[in-house]
């Protein structure tokens, strides 16, 4: 096998670890911000809640970053059609990220419950929005982007904002959130006590029953839903000019992948196992084992649609033989494989110091404690 393809078929890995890197670690914040007034009842509740993930929270928004800039680096056409095209939901999800900080860091400088109310629903907004916008984006993926390229690559989006909050979309966006919640939960139970920790139990059984739910109901939904088969012309080790094959859709052509190769069906049972599992550990106690199979869930979800849509990346709705795929819309070799060599350092550094400050900040934030914390948020 060509080198070129091989490092193309490395960095569409390396973009879904990414991908449930963020979902995963950020996914994990929000679901705290998006239950936050679920888990405290009272304002020192709250307090201990936001404080669990304070030491990390910033820290874990790397996983944005590196995200962003995998694909700037290795899919540059699709970095320059999703930013372009998309510009208005990037605002939305750039402006619900700003008040993040806002609400950890205002929120404790007055005493007036108004005050602190109003950041505490400017922390649930910004928990929730972005799930529900990384969810809901994986679902437009799946039914294709209205866009289109000039003969010189020039792309038009011929889209709505309304339109890409879709019904299916929208299913897709709420799993996500749910997910998310899911894995909020299990931090909390991992530093959480009492009452806390008993309702942060209460909302992983539900919200990981929900996601299972909705995950179902989408894989129905795709089994019908319009899928993407290039037909001719695609060349895997050609360069990225996504104008020269041919593509049709057919319904349940989503599934071919798994049709062709049936033990990929273990990848969505991923999804269901680490779910039912995790459920069960939460409600033995043991909650950290519960969070990592949460992360095996999202590990499932994300690899689904990838492998679904392989080697489709932002399939094209307007003009399906303008969809860009694995083989198209890649950066150069060169590029690719100095990528793979920062990649290959930087990775694990991230891992051994977020490792590293999860371990040093280690154990258990109760109301009590931080009531008489005077650095505490």
């Not at 049936?262 to 519960?290: D, E, M, N």
Request: charged fraction near 10%; glycine fraction near 10%; hydrophobic fraction near 55%.
């Amino acid at each position: 096998m060509e080198t070129y393809i091989v490092l193309k078929l490395v960095w569409w890995a390396l973009l879904g670890v990414l991908l449930i890197g963020l979902a995963v670690m950020v996914g994990m914040d929000m679901g705290v911000g998006a239950g936050l007034r679920y888990f405290g009842r009272t304002d020192n509740e709250r307090r201990a809640t936001i404080n669990m993930i304070a030491p990390h929270w910033d820290g874990n928004q790397v996983w944005f970053i590196l995200g962003g800039g995998a694909v700037f680096a290795a899919w540059p056409t699709i970095y320059a059609t999703a930013f372009s095209g998309l510009y208005v939901v990037m605002l939305v999800l750039l402006w619900s990220m700003i008040v993040r900080p806002l609400g950890f860091e205002y929120r404790s400088k007055l005493t007036s419950q108004r005050w602190r109310n109003v950041w505490d629903t400017t922390l649930f907004i910004s928990g929730a929005v972005p799930m529900i916008v990384f969810g809901a984006a994986m679902g437009n993926m799946l039914r294709g982007v209205p866009f289109n390229f000039e003969w010189n690559m020039v792309s038009h989006y011929t889209g709505s904002f309304i339109a890409l909050f879709n019904p299916f979309a929208v299913l897709c966006g709420l799993m996500s959130l749910a997910l998310a919640l899911y894995q909020g939960s299990a931090m909390v139970m991992n530093r959480g006590t009492g009452v806390i920790r008993d309702r942060a139990a209460n909302l992983l059984t539900m919200t990981g029953l929900a996601a299972l739910a909705l995950f179902t109901i989408c894989g129905i939904w795709v089994a019908f839903m319009p899928g993407y088969v290039i037909t001719a012309g695609a060349d895997p080790g050609g360069a990225a000019i996504p104008l020269r094959k041919s593509v049709e859709t057919a319904a349940g052509a989503w599934l071919n992948n798994f049709s062709a190769y049936p033990v990929l069906w273990l990848i969505p049972g991923l999804v269901y196992a680490g779910v039912l599992a995790g459920i069960v550990c939460a409600r033995r106690g043991l909650s950290h084992v519960a969070w990592w199979l949460g992360a095996l869930a999202w590990a499932g979800t994300i690899g689904t649609v990838g492998t679904a849509m392989f080697p489709f990346l932002m399939p094209s709705s307007s003009q399906p033989a303008h969809s860009l795929t694995v083989w198209d819309a890649s950066s150069s070799a060169t590029t690719l494989a100095w990528m793979v060599v920062f990649t290959v350092i930087f990775i694990p550094i991230v891992a051994i110091y977020t490792s590293w400050a999860f371990w040093v900040m280690r154990g258990k934030v109760t109301p009590e404690k931080i009531e008489h914390d005077e650095h505490a948020y």
